[in-house]
C-alpha cells in the first residue's frame, strides 16, 4: 500500500531563526528582507501575527507593534535549515523529495515493517523534527499531495485513511491548494472561487467536472482533484549532499569569546544532530569567522583535525574554545560559519588483554589543554629525521599506535644491540651552555660555565675528539669536534658532552650524561 | 528521662526501654548494628585488604631484582645526583613499557630528552607523547599553521643561551608549574600505560617547594589504574606519596689504551686521546617502599651500560 509523510514548517524563515536562537521561541519574531531603509517583513510567527504584525509591512510599521523582535532574514541560515530538514527525512526513507525550502515529502512504503505503523511513523517523524528545532506540521496519505495539503492546512500530526481523503481535506480553505503563494495564477483563481461562494475543498469537490473545465480550464480539474484527494503521481527523490554547514549572521558583531561559545555550542548541537542522523561522525571541523574590523571585512579560518572520527559536541567546543584561546581572531566576529567533514564513525571495540590506551576524545582534548600550557610545537611525538646531525628530530601530532610499527618508519640513528642492555644516555641542554675551555697539548684540560655555576674547574678525564661534518652544501653546514669529560663536583663526577664547533670556534656544553 | 545511646537504639528500633532479654555488651553491639543509619557502615573486619600491584620490568635486570619492577597506580621516584643513571633508568623504563606496547607520556621539566638516546635505547616513538615544559608560558601566536608542527633544532643548535630571546630563557619555577600541570592533565585523562615527570634538572631548592598535596593528588589519581607514574628528581621530593623511592649514584667506566676497562678516577692522570667513554656503572638503593611490610632496604645492585654515540 502507497504511502506517503509531508513536512512541512510553518512561517520557515521564522523557525531557521529560531533555531539558532531558541531563547525567542515564545516571543513574537518578525523577518525582515530588503535594503534599509525600505525592508519589509518577509515573515512572521503566531505570536507576531497576534500583535499586529503582517508580511508586506515597512520596518516602520511593525515597528509600533510592541514587544516585537525583529531579525533580518539570512539565506545561509535557512540553506543550513533546509539541509537540516532533509537530514531528519532521511532517518525515515531514502526516498524523499525536495518539495520546497519548508515542505519535504517520503515515501514510507515499505517501512511499517522497520518504524511501526503508520500514526507512530508520523508522530516519531514530528518528534524527530522537534529535536531538530522545528515546530512542523507532518501529515501521512496515501498520495503525496494529498499529504502535501493535509500538512498545509491541519497543524500537528496528521493521518489520513485511503479512500477517506476527500472527506479528511473537506473542511480545510481553498488557499491550501495553493502552496506557492507566488502563483501568478492564485489571485485569479482564488477570487473567481470567492465569487462562486467556493470558501473550502468540499465545495470545490462537489462542483461539475465539465462546467468547471469550461470556466477554469486544465487548471481547475487538477485544483477539483485535489481537493478530491484523487491524484497521483511518483516522487522526485533527491539525495541531499552530505555537506554539513551552520552559519549565523550576527546582527551586531560579537568581541568577546564567551559569547561565542554560546553560539559555537548551538551549532555544534545541530551539526552533530545532522551528522547523527545520517549515521556519520567527523574527523575535520572548519570555522570560518567574518571578521568586522570597521573598515573593512577579512576572514579568519580556523581548522581542527581530529586523529580519529568524534561526534561529541561538548568535546568539540572545548577543542574550539582552546583554539580559539591559542589564536584569537582580533577583530569583532559579524559572520560564523561552521562545517563539518563528515567521516565513517569509529567502530571502537577493544579486546580485553589490550594494553592500556587514552581514550582519542579525552586524549584529544588533553592535547589540546597541554597545547594551551606549554605551547603548539612543544607537545607531541618525536619523529627522527634521516641525517648525521645530531639533535635532528621533528615533532609530529601524537597518536597512538595501533599495532607494532614496521622498523623503517622510525629512523634511529644506531640501535641496541640486546634488549638487555642498557644503554647510558644523554641529558641535552636545550640551548647548549657557551663554556670557556684551556686547552693542553691538544686536550681540554679546564672549563667554566659562566651559566652553570657546577660545571667549572679542571677537567678530570676526558675521551675525544669525534669529529663530524655535514650538510656543507647548504648554508648549514656543521662541523664539530666532540668530547667527553669528567667534572668534579660537590656530589661526585659529572661526565659532560663537550662540543667545538669547528666553524665558529666556539666551545659549549652540549648535555651531560645521566 | 535517660537519654543514653541504648536508650536511644531502643526507642529507634520501637521497643520499650525495659525490654531486654539478652544484657551486657552483645546487646548493645547487637542493636547498635540493627541501627538504620549504622546498617551501610562496613566493619573494620570486613574492610578489604588492598591488593599489592602489579609489577612491570625496568627494562633493567638487576635494578628489577632489586625492587622487583615498579609497581602499577603508585608514584615511583628515582632520586640521584647528575651522571648517576636517573634517565638511563628512566628511557629503559619507557622502552620496555612501549615494548608492551602500552602508551607512556614523559613531561620534560626542562626540555632535556635526547631523542637519539631515546632511539637507541629502544623507546618506540609511536607511543611515547613528549611534553617539552619551559621555554614561553602559553602558546606562541606566530604558531597558526594548522599542519603538524616541524621544526629542526638545527638552525638554532648553536646558539647560546645568552643569544636567545628572552622569553626562550626558561624559568625553572615556571617550567616546574607547568610539569605539574600537566601531569595533572595526563593522569586525569587515563589510559596511559607510564606517565613519567623528568625533574632531573630541576634544582632540589625548587623542587623541594612542590606542596606535598600535589604529590599526594599524582598518587590517588593513579590509584587503582594501570598506570605506572615514575619521577626523576634530585633528591626524594614525594616523601610518603612514593609507594618505592630509589636512590641511584654511579661510576663512569672508560676503557684505556690498552683496552683495559677500568674506574675514570683511578686514571684521571693518563692521555686523554687513548681513553674511550665506556659507559656508567649504576648503584641502586632503595630509600622507601611500601611494598613490603618490612624496613627500607640498602641493598645495592649495579648493571652496566653502553655509552650511546650517534
Redesign the interface.
Known amino acids: 500500500m502507497p504511502a506517503f509523510a509531508c513536512i512541512f514548517v510553518p512561517d520557515f524563515p521564522v523557525q531557521a531563526l529560531l533555531r539558532v536562537e531558541p531563547d525567542l521561541r515564545s516571543q513574537a519574531v518578525a523577518v525582515l528582507e530588503g535594503k534599509a531603509p525600505l525592508e519589509k517583513v518577509f515573515a512572521v510567527n503566531e505570536p507576531a501575527r497576534r500583535a499586529g504584525a503582517g508580511m508586506g509591512m515597512t520596518k516602520l510599521q511593525v515597528e509600533a507593534c510592541s514587544e516585537l523582535v525583529l531579525r533580518t532574514r539570512s539565506p545561509s541560515r535557512e540553506k543550513s535549515a533546509h539541509a537540516a530538514l532533509l537530514d531528519c527525512a532521511q532517518l525515515f526513507s531514502p526516498c524523499i523529495e525536495d518539495a520546497s525550502c519548508d515542505t519535504i515529502i517520503l515515501d514510507l512504503a515499505g517501512m511499517e515493517s522497520l518504524f511501526g505503523p503508520l500514526p507512530k511513523i508520523a508522530r516519531d517523524v514530528a518528534q524527530r523534527v522537534s529535536d531538530f528545532g522545528f515546530e512542523a506540521n507532518v501529515a501521512v496519505a496515501a498520495d503525496p499531495d494529498t499529504a502535501v495539503i493535509a500538512a498545509h492546512g491541519f497543524p500537528g500530526v496528521t493521518v489520513i485513511p485511503e479512500e477517506k481523503e476527500a472527506e479528511q481535506l473537506g473542511s480545510l480553505p481553498v488557499e491550501v491548494l495553493f502552496a506557492d503563494s507566488n502563483d501568478p495564477d492564485r489571485t485569479q483563481i482564488l477570487e473567481t472561487l470567492s465569487r462562486w461562494g467556493i470558501r473550502n475543498l468540499r465545495a470545490l469537490a462537489a462542483l461539475p467536472e465539465v462546467a468547471l473545465s469550461e470556466r477554469l480550464g486544465q487548471e481547475g480539474i487538477r485544483l477539483q482533484q485535489l481537493a478530491r484527494g484523487a491524484t497521483s503521481r511518483a516522487l522526485i527523490p533527491v539525495e541531499p549532499p552530505p555537506v554539513f554547514e551552520e552559519a549565523i549572521e550576527l546582527e551586531h558583531p560579537l568581541v568577546l569569546l564567551e559569547p561565542l561559545a554560546f553560539l559555537l555550542a548551538r551549532m555544534l548541537e545541530q551539526l552533530c544532530a545532522r551528522l547523527s542522523a545520517r549515521a556519520l561522525a567527523t574527523q575535520e571541523l572548519r570555522l570560518q569567522l567574518e571578521l568586522d574590523d570597521g573598515s573593512h571585512t577579512k576572514a579568519f579560518h580556523r581548522t581542527l583535525r581530529l586523529p580519529v572520527p568524534l561526534l561529541d559536541e561538548k568535546i568539540f567546543l572545548k577543542l574550539l574554545q582552546l583554539d580559539l584561546k591559542a589564536h584569537p581572531p582580533g577583530a569583532p566576529i559579524a559572520k560564523i560559519l561552521l562545517s563539518a567533514e563528515p567521516a565513517r564513525p569509529r567502530a571502537a571495540q577493544n579486546g580485553f588483554f589490550l594494553p592500556p590506551s587514552p581514550e582519542p576524545e579525552k586524549l584529544e582534548l588533553t592535547l589540546a589543554r597541554i597545547a594551551g600550557i606549554v605551547g603548539e610545537n612543544k607537545v607531541g611525538a618525536v619523529q627522527m629525521m634521516d641525517t648525521h646531525h645530531p639533535q635532528a628530530f621533528q615533532m609530529r601530532r601524537f597518536v597512538p599506535q595501533d599495532s607494532r610499527p614496521p622498523k623503517a618508519e622510525n629512523f634511529s640513528p644506531s640501535c641496541p644491540q640486546s634488549k638487555d642492555e642498557t644503554v647510558t644516555t644523554l641529558r641535552i641542554f636545550r640551548p647548549p651552555v657557551s663554556a670557556t675551555v684551556s686547552m693542553r697539548d691538544g686536550v681540554p684540560a679546564r672549563i667554566t660555565c659562566p651559566k652553570r655555576k657546577q660545571i667549572d674547574g679542571e677537567i678530570l678525564w676526558g675521551a675525544g675528539p669525534w669529529r663530524s661534518s655535514g650538510d656543507w652544501w647548504e648554508r648549514e653546514g656543521w662541523s664539530r669536534d666532540e668530547w667527553d669529560i669528567a667534572v668534579q663536583q660537590e656530589s661526585g663526577i659529572a661526565l659532560y658532552r663537550l662540543v667545538r664547533d669547528l666553524l665558529s670556534g666556539r666551545w659549549f656544553v652540549e648535555g651531560t650524561y645521566d | 528521662m535517660s537519654s543514653s545511646p541504648l536508650f536511644c537504639t531502643e526507642m529507634a528500633l520501637g521497643r520499650p526501654p525495659g525490654f531486654s532479654p539478652k544484657s551486657g555488651p552483645a546487646l548493645v553491639l547487637e542493636r547498635l548494628s540493627q541501627t538504620p543509619r549504622l546498617v551501610a557502615v562496613t566493619q573494620a573486619s570486613r574492610l578489604e585488604i588492598r591488593p599489592a600491584p602489579e609489577m612491570v620490568s625496568i627494562?633493567?635486570?638487576e635494578l628489577d631484582s632489586l625492587s622487583g619492577g615498579l609497581p602499577r597506580g603508585c608514584l615511583t621516584e628515582i632520586c640521584g645526583?647528575?651522571?648517576?643513571?636517573?634517565?638511563?633508568?628512566l628511557?629503559?623504563a619507557l622502552a620496555a613499557a612501549t615494548?608492551?606496547?602500552?602508551?607512556c607520556a614523559l613531561v620534560d621539566a626542562?626540555?632535556?630528552?635526547?631523542?637519539?638516546?631515546?632511539?637507541?635505547?629502544?623507546v618506540?616513538?609511536?607511543?611515547?607523547?613528549?611534553?617539552?615544559?619551559g621555554?614561553?608560558?602559553?602558546?606562541?601566536?606566530s604558531?597558526?599553521s594548522?599542519q603538524?608542527?616541524?621544526?629542526?633544532?638545527?638552525?638554532?643548535?648553536?646558539?647560546?643561551?645568552?643569544?636567545?630571546p628572552r622569553s626562550?630563557v626558561r624559568d625553572p619555577m615556571s617550567a616546574l608549574e607547568?610539569a605539574l600541570?600537566?601531569t595533572d592533565?595526563?593522569l586525569?585523562?587515563?589510559?596511559?600505560?607510564m606517565v613519567a615527570v623528568d625533574l632531573?634538572?630541576v634544582p632540589f631548592r625548587i623542587a623541594r617547594r612542590i606542596p606535598l598535596t600535589s604529590w599526594f593528588r599524582f598518587q590517588r589519581a593513579v590509584e587503582r589504574t594501570?598506570?605506572v607514574l615514575l619521577a626523576i628528581t634530585h633528591a626524594p621530593c614525594a616523601q610518603s606519596c612514593a609507594a618505592l623511592s630509589l636512590k641511584l649514584?654511579s661510576?663512569?667506566i672508560?676503557r684505556n689504551s690498552s683496552g683495559k676497562l677500568s674506574n675514570?678516577?683511578s686514571?684521571?692522570s693518563a692521555?686523554?686521546?687513548t681513553?674511550?667513554?665506556e659507559?656508567?656503572k649504576i648503584e641502586g638503593e632503595i630509600l622507601r617502599s611500601r611494598l613490603e611490610r618490612k624496613p627500607p632496604q640498602s641493598v645495592r645492585t649495579g648493571?652496566r651500560?653502553?655509552?650511546?654515540?650517534?
Open positions: 627494562g633493567i635486570r645526583p647528575d651522571s648517576a643513571g636517573r634517565t638511563s633508568v628511557l629503559a615494548r608492551r606496547e602500552e602508551v626542562s626540555d632535556a630528552l635526547d631523542p637519539a638516546s631515546a632511539a637507541a635505547i629502544g618506540e616513538f609511536g607511543r611515547l607523547l613528549w611534553v617539552r615544559c621555554g614561553a608560558d602559553g602558546p606562541q601566536p604558531a597558526v594548522p603538524p608542527s616541524a621544526f629542526r633544532f638545527q638552525s638554532s643548535h648553536f646558539r647560546s643561551d645568552s643569544q636567545l626562550e607547568q600541570r600537566v592533565l595526563l586525569q585523562s587515563g589510559g596511559f600505560g632531573g634538572d594501570p598506570t649514584r661510576s663512569a672508560g675514570i678516577s686514571q684521571f692521555s686523554s686521546h681513553h674511550l667513554f659507559g656508567l648493571c651500560t653502553e655509552a650511546m654515540r650517534a
